[in-house]
């Protein structure tokens, strides 16, 4: 009888073994490009950084922002990369726009670059059922701006329309 058993307990150490390995080979297989969204999400968020590093002094960034998800369209299954800082500034809304007119952010792909857009934060119109009216609400909260005494806005970059590889953030709902 425990010759028996000591064949049972082989088969069933071989089995488990190779369930193991199924589900890790699984795993590596659908999920091994994940990290590429972390990589190329960094990468942009390095090009973007030596843009801003060039922000006059007095400018004051509140929050930064670094995202990897679905966040501009519908019913789809793509990745989108944000890079993003609000900021409080003292100078004019006219003053703040002109400092970044024109200006462009090296793509993580090595495409065309990426537009910096602009975007203050009395702008009702886009904030307004975006992405962006959560992060608009977390500053407004975490932030009184009334005593900051300057205009609130953000800058950003996106790249749009990559394939998800199998990240769970960049399907339609996930977030």
């Known amino acids: 009888m425990t010759h028996i058993y000591q064949i049972l307990m082989r088969l069933f150490a071989i089995f488990g073994v190779a369930v193991f390995c199924f589900i890790v080979w699984f795993v590596a297989v659908a999920m091994w490009r994940v990290p590429i969204h972390q990589f190329n999400l960094w990468k942009l968020g390095k090009n973007f950084q030596a843009i801003t590093t060039a922000n006059p002094p007095d400018s004051k960034p509140l929050l930064q922002i670094r995202r990897v ?12 990369y944000l890079v993003g800082e609000f900021y409080v500034e003292k100078r004019s809304k006219h003053e703040i726009l002109e400092r970044y007119r024109g200006l462009f952010v090296n793509s993580f792909d090595d495409t065309e670059p990426v537009p910096m857009e602009v ?9 307004q059922d975006s992405y962006w009216s959560d ?4 500053i407004k909260k975490s932030f009184n701006l009334a005593v900051m005494q300057g205009n609130p806005y953000i800058i950003f970059a996106s790249q749009t329309d990559y394939p998800p590889y199998g990240d769970i953030r960049c399907f339609y709902g996930a977030l």
């Open 69 to 80: 998800g679905n966040f501009f369209r519908g019913a789809s299954n793509a990745c989108d």
């Open 119 to 127: 975007h203050f934060l009395d702008e009702e119109e886009f904030f």
């Open 135 to 138: 992060w608009r609400k977390k």
